[in-house]
């Protein structure tokens, strides 16, 4: 499961693809230190996580986003979530994440 970084000044855009399970928990844990250390460093004023790649998620990873979204907000940055697919908008609607994350189609 691989994720790429881009950055742009104090933007920080992170491409996700493929499914994303409990399988992968160790790559959850690098993303949530590698985007909290640079947040917490003031590197990044803006987080927008690109969703287009991924097919499907699990529970697990809609708590390391939740994580990556705590802590963004906690150092008054900004946290999108971009071009989720159906599957995973219907997720994110069940758990009514567009009331805490901002989410663009």
């Not at 003031?42 to 699990?58: H, I, K, P, Q, T």
């Not at 705590?70 to 989720?84: D, L, N, Q, S, Y």
Request: net charge neutral.
């Amino acid at each position: 499961m691989p994720f790429k970084f881009h950055r742009e000044e104090r933007d920080l855009a992170v491409y996700i693809s493929g499914v994303l399970t409990f399988h992968q928990h160790k790559e959850g844990e690098q993303l949530v230190y590698q985007i909290a250390t640079l947040v917490d460093n003031g590197e990044v004023e803006s987080v927008r996580m690109n969703f287009a790649e991924v097919l499907r998620m699990d529970s697990h990873w809609l708590g390391v986003l939740i994580r990556i979204l705590r802590r963004v907000k906690e150092r008054k940055a900004t946290f999108v979530i971009e071009k989720p697919n159906k599957d995973i908008c219907r997720l994110f609607d069940i758990v009514e994440l567009s009331r805490i994350a901002e989410i663009k189609p």
